[in-house]
């Protein structure tokens, strides 16, 4: 690829996230297991896209090559234009904590700590102050002004998963990845969480890629993506349940069960 120096400034048509020929193999000889097998996707700025796939199809392997949270085989990642194998682990550390939002399943809070605590934690890594504007925004749209002071334990599940989209967006990251967010929840408590992540893209203009077993959850997105055996094999936009159900379905039909 070439390039003009200096680089421009401002590069509308990057895409948040883009993987090029990722592949990530685990094991070696006899057991060896390609998680992910030359994957091409973008997952586009201010856009919420669902990541569905049946189990050990490689949705979190993907979700953490391209986070930075684990290596690659071969291919490319860049996030906001960064590749990140050109990272050292330093870059690659300071590049998670600002520009890379992440929601696991199981929550990971430190106990120790208050919601608030929580949220401005990898702020405070990176030794930046949270902008104070930002951060009221991004509390205030997960309802969780009046809860700052309460630890992880004096939280309902819910609760704790907003403190977790909180900290995902208080640096006002390029990119949020979120690994099967309501995976843990109760429908109604699943629900606020999948209207704080559209309302995260729709109002404040961030871009979110979420893994997702549940066609009604993959419905608040923008954009579908399918993986099967570690290859992206099919997209759908502007998802309703049906929609999504119906291509679930048609995949069953060809014995490439979801
Ligand atoms: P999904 O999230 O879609 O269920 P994963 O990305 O977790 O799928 O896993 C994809 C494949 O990679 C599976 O075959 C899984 O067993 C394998 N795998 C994932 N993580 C590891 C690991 N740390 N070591 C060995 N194999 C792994
Ligand atoms: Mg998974």
Redesign the pocket.
Known sequence: MSQTYPFPAARPAEPAARAAGLSKL??RGDTQ?A?LDSVDVEFGRGRFTAVM??????????MHCMAGLDSVSSGSVRVGGIELSALNDRELTELRREKIGFVFQGFNLLPTLTALENITLPLRLAGRQPDAAWLDTVVASVGLADRLGHRPSQLSGGQQQRVAVARALASRPEIVFA?EPTGNLDSRSGAEILGFLRDSVRELGQSVVM?THDPVAASYADRVVF?AD?RLVDELYEPTSGTVLDRMLAFEAEGRVL
């Not at 050990?56 to 392997?61: A, I, N, V």
């Open positions: 685990y094991g297991v998680a796939g049946p189990s050990g199809s490689g949705k979190s392997t993907l690994d893994v993986l570690g």
